[in-house]
């Protein structure tokens, strides 16, 4: 049985619009491929990024990228959603254990620095957020994600609001919003 993608077409169909545009990669290679391109925000022509696949797409391999784009892109959001929600409880069931009510994650790395290596994404880890500044609050009963008017875009996007109120640093700053849910005498 051919393996099904995007909307239940098979990978012989696409192996074989993805031939007739001369393009070099076969169907598990461009479902890396789109994997990446899902992960970046779209520019200002979302369709840029096919001519990596082909010089000249066609009409049908361009609705499939889409396609395939799309479903990439949804998948990929769902799982991230679904970890921040066990990291976040994990993170909350650590503060429990250690007698805190809340904790701040910088985006910053241990050094405070402005570059932070892969394996120091906090901030990206808990929440999704992958911009260059920003941080969260997380307390016992609710969580905040704080970023300036460059990111509110892409948190919004990126960061389920459901687990982490989206805020913007200017408009109410982190230690008001912080002050306000503390419990008297919390750490």
Known sequence: MAKRIDGGRSDEALA????????????AGLRELVAGVAAAPPGEDPDAWM??????????????????????AGAAGAATKERSARRLAA???ELRRRGLAGFVV?????HQGEYVAPRAERLAWLTGFTGSAGFAAVLDAEAAIFVDGR????????VDSALFAPRHLVEQPPED???????KGGR
């Open 16 to 27: 074989r619009l993805l031939e007739k545009a001369g393009a070099g990669l076969d169907p």
């Open 91 to 93: 993170l909350r069931e």
């Open 177 to 183: 919003w912080i002050a306000e849910r503390l419990p």
């Open 151 to 158: 990111y509110t875009l892409q948190a919004a996007d990126q």
């Open 106 to 110: 910088p985006r910053a790395d241990e």
């Open 51 to 72: 001519v990596l696949v082909a010089p000249a797409p066609g009409a049908a391999l361009r609705a499939r990228l889409r396609g395939l784009r799309q479903a990439t």
